[in-house]
Protein backbone atom coordinates (compact mmCIF):
# COMPACT_ATOMS: atom_id res chain seq x y z
CA UNK A 1 0.00 0.00 0.00
CA UNK A 2 1.10 3.57 -1.11
CA UNK A 3 0.50 5.38 1.79
CA UNK A 4 2.09 8.92 1.40
CA UNK A 5 0.11 8.45 -1.85
CA UNK A 6 -3.39 7.85 -0.17
CA UNK A 7 -2.62 10.54 2.11
CA UNK A 8 -1.93 13.05 -1.46
CA UNK A 9 -5.86 12.11 -2.55
CA UNK A 10 -6.67 14.17 1.21
CA UNK A 11 -8.86 17.73 -1.03
CA UNK A 12 -6.94 20.53 0.07
CA UNK A 13 -9.48 22.82 -1.42
CA UNK A 14 -13.29 23.76 -0.24
CA UNK A 15 -15.56 24.28 -3.54
CA UNK A 16 -15.35 27.55 -2.22
CA UNK A 17 -11.39 27.65 -3.17
CA UNK A 18 -10.64 27.83 0.25
CA UNK A 19 -7.89 26.37 1.78
CA UNK A 20 -8.78 23.33 3.74
CA UNK A 21 -5.93 22.07 5.88
CA UNK A 22 -8.36 20.35 8.19
CA UNK A 23 -7.59 16.78 7.84
CA UNK A 24 -4.02 17.29 7.44
CA UNK A 25 -3.87 18.94 10.74
CA UNK A 26 -6.05 16.47 11.93
CA UNK A 27 -3.58 13.95 10.75
CA UNK A 28 -0.31 15.53 12.17
CA UNK A 29 -1.99 15.58 15.19
CA UNK A 30 -2.88 11.89 14.76
CA UNK A 31 0.38 11.05 13.81
CA UNK A 32 2.22 13.05 16.79
CA UNK A 33 -0.26 11.26 19.24
CA UNK A 34 0.89 8.03 17.32
CA UNK A 35 4.70 9.05 17.99
CA UNK A 36 3.95 9.05 21.84
CA UNK A 37 1.35 6.50 22.84
CA UNK A 38 1.10 4.27 19.81
CA UNK A 39 -2.77 3.88 18.19
CA UNK A 40 -4.63 4.56 21.30
CA UNK A 41 -7.95 5.45 21.00
CA UNK A 42 -7.98 9.24 21.16
CA UNK A 43 -10.88 10.75 23.09
CA UNK A 44 -12.73 13.68 20.95
CA UNK A 45 -13.34 15.05 24.30
CA UNK A 46 -9.32 15.18 24.68
CA UNK A 47 -9.03 16.29 21.56
CA UNK A 48 -11.08 18.81 20.69
CA UNK A 49 -9.74 21.92 22.56
CA UNK A 50 -6.32 20.93 21.00
CA UNK A 51 -7.50 20.56 17.33
CA UNK A 52 -9.36 24.01 17.75
CA UNK A 53 -6.50 25.62 18.15
CA UNK A 54 -4.53 24.39 15.87
CA UNK A 55 -7.30 24.90 13.01
CA UNK A 56 -7.25 28.59 14.82
CA UNK A 57 -3.98 28.68 13.78
CA UNK A 58 -3.46 27.05 10.82
CA UNK A 59 -6.59 26.93 9.12
CA UNK A 60 -8.27 29.36 7.12
CA UNK A 61 -9.60 32.81 8.48
CA UNK A 62 -13.07 31.64 9.15
CA UNK A 63 -14.01 29.45 12.70
CA UNK A 64 -14.12 25.52 11.76
CA UNK A 65 -15.50 23.33 13.72
CA UNK A 66 -12.96 20.61 15.44
CA UNK A 67 -15.86 17.79 14.48
CA UNK A 68 -15.49 18.64 11.16
CA UNK A 69 -12.04 16.72 10.02
CA UNK A 70 -12.70 14.29 13.19
CA UNK A 71 -15.57 12.98 11.50
CA UNK A 72 -14.84 13.82 7.71
CA UNK A 73 -11.40 12.12 7.45
CA UNK A 74 -12.82 8.52 8.43
CA UNK A 75 -14.23 8.58 4.40
CA UNK A 76 -10.55 8.82 3.56
CA UNK A 77 -9.70 5.29 4.67
CA UNK A 78 -6.97 6.65 7.28
CA UNK A 79 -8.94 7.13 10.54
CA UNK A 80 -11.52 5.20 12.17
CA UNK A 81 -13.89 6.46 14.74
CA UNK A 82 -15.90 4.56 17.18
CA UNK A 83 -18.64 5.52 20.22
CA UNK A 84 -19.61 3.81 22.98
CA UNK A 85 -22.69 2.27 20.68
CA UNK A 86 -19.85 0.81 18.80
CA UNK A 87 -17.82 1.32 15.44
CA UNK A 88 -18.73 4.64 13.24
CA UNK A 89 -18.97 8.09 13.69
CA UNK A 90 -21.77 10.05 14.97
CA UNK A 91 -21.58 12.72 12.14
CA UNK A 92 -19.28 16.45 12.75
CA UNK A 93 -21.74 17.42 15.19
CA UNK A 94 -20.19 19.03 18.70
CA UNK A 95 -22.78 17.62 20.85
CA UNK A 96 -22.89 14.38 19.64
CA UNK A 97 -19.36 13.40 19.02
CA UNK A 98 -19.05 14.16 22.78
CA UNK A 99 -22.32 13.05 23.94
CA UNK A 100 -21.81 9.63 22.38
CA UNK A 101 -18.15 9.03 23.52
CA UNK A 102 -16.59 9.37 20.21
CA UNK A 103 -12.55 8.15 19.85
CA UNK A 104 -10.82 7.98 16.75
CA UNK A 105 -6.84 6.49 15.79
CA UNK A 106 -5.47 6.12 13.07
CA UNK A 107 -6.76 3.20 10.80
CA UNK A 108 -5.26 -0.56 11.78
CA UNK A 109 -3.38 -1.30 8.42
CA UNK A 110 -1.78 2.45 8.36
CA UNK A 111 -0.67 2.11 11.81
CA UNK A 112 0.66 -1.42 11.27
CA UNK A 113 2.72 0.05 8.61
CA UNK A 114 3.69 2.97 10.66
CA UNK A 115 5.35 0.66 12.91
CA UNK A 116 6.71 -1.70 10.48
CA UNK A 117 8.05 0.60 8.33
CA UNK A 118 10.59 3.16 10.21
CA UNK A 119 11.01 6.14 8.00
CA UNK A 120 7.14 6.47 7.30
CA UNK A 121 5.49 8.43 9.49
CA UNK A 122 8.28 11.42 8.67
CA UNK A 123 7.38 10.94 5.00
CA UNK A 124 3.99 11.24 5.85
CA UNK A 125 4.04 14.32 7.82
CA UNK A 126 6.80 15.91 5.14
CA UNK A 127 4.19 15.42 2.82
CA UNK A 128 1.16 16.89 4.73
CA UNK A 129 3.71 19.67 5.70
CA UNK A 130 4.84 20.81 2.24
CA UNK A 131 1.01 20.32 0.86
CA UNK A 132 -0.80 22.66 3.18
CA UNK A 133 1.74 24.88 4.64
CA UNK A 134 4.49 27.78 4.04
CA UNK A 135 7.79 26.10 5.20
CA UNK A 136 8.37 28.99 7.89
CA UNK A 137 5.62 27.34 9.35
CA UNK A 138 6.37 23.86 9.68
CA UNK A 139 8.13 23.79 12.96
CA UNK A 140 5.23 26.04 14.70
CA UNK A 141 2.27 23.36 13.33
CA UNK A 142 4.61 20.64 14.33
CA UNK A 143 5.21 21.72 17.78
CA UNK A 144 1.30 22.52 18.44
CA UNK A 145 0.42 19.32 16.33
CA UNK A 146 2.83 17.43 19.57
CA UNK A 147 4.83 16.02 16.32
CA UNK A 148 8.17 15.70 16.99
CA UNK A 149 9.88 15.52 13.10
CA UNK A 150 13.23 15.91 13.84
CA UNK A 151 13.29 12.23 15.66
CA UNK A 152 11.67 10.62 13.44
CA UNK A 153 13.48 11.56 10.10
CA UNK A 154 16.26 10.79 11.86
CA UNK A 155 14.99 6.94 13.05
CA UNK A 156 13.95 6.61 9.25
CA UNK A 157 17.54 7.56 8.17
CA UNK A 158 19.56 5.55 10.52
CA UNK A 159 17.04 2.85 11.40
CA UNK A 160 17.19 3.34 14.82
CA UNK A 161 14.05 3.48 17.59
CA UNK A 162 13.36 7.21 18.52
CA UNK A 163 14.74 8.84 20.90
CA UNK A 164 13.03 10.72 23.57
CA UNK A 165 10.28 12.89 22.71
CA UNK A 166 10.07 16.59 23.17
CA UNK A 167 7.73 18.37 25.18
CA UNK A 168 4.97 19.84 23.69
CA UNK A 169 4.46 22.25 26.95
CA UNK A 170 8.09 23.60 26.34
CA UNK A 171 6.96 26.77 24.26
CA UNK A 172 3.92 27.49 26.64
CA UNK A 173 6.10 27.67 29.86
CA UNK A 174 8.47 29.69 28.28
CA UNK A 175 6.27 32.25 26.48
CA UNK A 176 4.20 32.54 29.62
CA UNK A 177 7.36 32.82 31.79
CA UNK A 178 8.58 35.82 30.11
CA UNK A 179 4.70 37.36 29.84
CA UNK A 180 4.93 36.77 26.14
CA UNK A 181 7.76 39.63 25.13
CA UNK A 182 10.72 38.93 23.55
CA UNK A 183 13.55 38.63 26.20
CA UNK A 184 15.97 40.78 23.81
CA UNK A 185 13.55 43.89 22.54
CA UNK A 186 10.29 43.37 24.30
CA UNK A 187 8.37 42.68 20.91
CA UNK A 188 5.11 41.37 21.72
CA UNK A 189 1.94 40.63 19.04
CA UNK A 190 -1.42 38.99 18.99
CA UNK A 191 -2.82 37.49 15.59
CA UNK A 192 -7.19 37.46 16.50
CA UNK A 193 -5.70 36.13 19.97
CA UNK A 194 -3.24 33.98 19.32
CA UNK A 195 0.62 35.12 19.97
CA UNK A 196 2.37 35.87 16.47
CA UNK A 197 5.88 36.13 15.99
CA UNK A 198 7.48 34.65 19.08
CA UNK A 199 9.11 31.56 19.99
CA UNK A 200 10.24 29.78 22.92
CA UNK A 201 14.59 29.24 22.08
CA UNK A 202 16.67 26.67 23.55
CA UNK A 203 19.97 27.79 24.50
CA UNK A 204 21.45 24.63 24.48
CA UNK A 205 20.29 22.97 21.54
CA UNK A 206 17.62 19.98 22.02
CA UNK A 207 20.00 17.74 19.47
CA UNK A 208 22.75 18.59 21.96
CA UNK A 209 21.32 17.33 24.89
CA UNK A 210 19.26 20.88 25.87
CA UNK A 211 16.10 19.73 27.78
CA UNK A 212 12.92 21.25 27.73
CA UNK A 213 13.13 23.42 30.71
CA UNK A 214 12.28 27.15 31.47
CA UNK A 215 15.99 27.29 32.88
CA UNK A 216 16.95 25.97 29.20
CA UNK A 217 14.32 28.70 27.27
CA UNK A 218 14.31 32.14 25.93
CA UNK A 219 11.16 33.61 24.74
CA UNK A 220 12.29 35.65 21.67
CA UNK A 221 10.71 37.23 18.21
CA UNK A 222 11.47 35.16 15.16
CA UNK A 223 14.42 37.82 14.20
CA UNK A 224 16.45 37.58 17.40
CA UNK A 225 15.58 33.61 17.58
CA UNK A 226 17.41 33.07 13.95
CA UNK A 227 20.20 35.51 15.08
CA UNK A 228 20.48 33.75 18.65
CA UNK A 229 20.81 30.28 16.60
CA UNK A 230 22.93 32.03 14.23
CA UNK A 231 25.59 33.17 16.99
CA UNK A 232 25.30 36.42 16.21
CA UNK A 233 23.58 36.94 19.65
CA UNK A 234 24.14 35.52 22.61
CA UNK A 235 24.25 35.87 26.75
CA UNK A 236 27.17 37.09 29.54
CA UNK A 237 26.95 35.02 32.76
CA UNK A 238 24.93 37.67 34.06
CA UNK A 239 22.27 37.36 31.32
CA UNK A 240 23.32 40.75 29.51
CA UNK A 241 22.95 40.02 25.54
CA UNK A 242 26.05 39.99 23.67
CA UNK A 243 26.26 40.73 20.10
CA UNK A 244 29.44 39.28 17.84
CA UNK A 245 31.96 41.72 16.87
CA UNK A 246 31.42 39.84 13.32
CA UNK A 247 28.08 41.03 12.75
CA UNK A 248 28.02 43.40 10.21
CA UNK A 249 24.60 46.05 9.40
CA UNK A 250 24.99 49.60 8.52
CA UNK A 251 20.90 50.35 8.25
CA UNK A 252 19.08 52.04 10.91
CA UNK A 253 17.07 48.91 11.45
CA UNK A 254 20.18 46.91 11.90
CA UNK A 255 21.47 48.95 14.64
CA UNK A 256 18.22 49.40 15.97
CA UNK A 257 17.38 45.67 16.42
CA UNK A 258 20.91 44.37 16.56
CA UNK A 259 23.78 46.63 17.60
CA UNK A 260 22.30 48.54 20.77
CA UNK A 261 21.34 45.10 22.10
CA UNK A 262 25.23 44.96 23.13
CA UNK A 263 25.31 44.99 26.63
CA UNK A 264 21.84 45.74 27.73
CA UNK A 265 20.15 43.18 30.77
CA UNK A 266 18.07 40.53 28.69
CA UNK A 267 14.38 40.51 30.24
CA UNK A 268 13.96 38.03 33.11
CA UNK A 269 11.24 35.73 33.58
CA UNK A 270 8.23 36.65 35.93
CA UNK A 271 9.21 36.63 39.36
CA UNK A 272 9.28 33.02 41.24
CA UNK A 273 10.34 31.30 37.67
CA UNK A 274 13.46 30.30 36.92
CA UNK A 275 16.26 32.24 35.07
CA UNK A 276 18.13 30.95 32.13
CA UNK A 277 20.97 28.80 34.20
CA UNK A 278 24.59 29.78 33.43
CA UNK A 279 25.83 25.95 31.83
CA UNK A 280 23.50 26.35 29.43
CA UNK A 281 24.37 29.74 28.79
CA UNK A 282 27.47 28.50 28.57
CA UNK A 283 27.18 25.78 25.93
CA UNK A 284 25.61 28.62 23.63
CA UNK A 285 28.73 30.83 24.09
CA UNK A 286 31.48 27.51 23.54
CA UNK A 287 29.18 26.28 20.36
CA UNK A 288 27.12 28.34 18.59
CA UNK A 289 28.02 32.32 19.59
CA UNK A 290 30.45 33.77 17.17
CA UNK A 291 33.47 35.00 19.67
CA UNK A 292 34.37 38.34 20.12
CA UNK A 293 31.89 39.96 21.33
CA UNK A 294 31.14 43.57 20.87
CA UNK A 295 32.39 46.17 23.45
ZN1 LIG B 1 13.21 40.46 19.69
Not at 2 to 20: F, K, P, Q, S
Not at 42 to 66: C, M, N, Q, V
Not at 90 to 97: A, K, M, S, T, V
Not at 166 to 174: H, L
Amino acid sequence: MDWVGRVAEIRRWTRGGERAPHKPLLLLYALGRFQREGNRPIPFSAAEAELRKLLKEYGPPRDTSPGYPFHHLTSDGLWVVETRHGPGSPGPELGRLRESEAAGRLHPDLARALSEEPGLLGRIARYLLDANFAPSLHTDVCTLAGLDLEAVETAGETARPPVARRDPGFRDRVLMAYEYCCAFCSYDGWLDGAVVGLDAAHVRWWAFDGPDDLANGLCLCAIHHKLFDKGVLGLTEERTIAVSARYVGRSQASRDMVLSLAGRPAREPQAGMEAVRADHIGWHVRQVFRTPARA
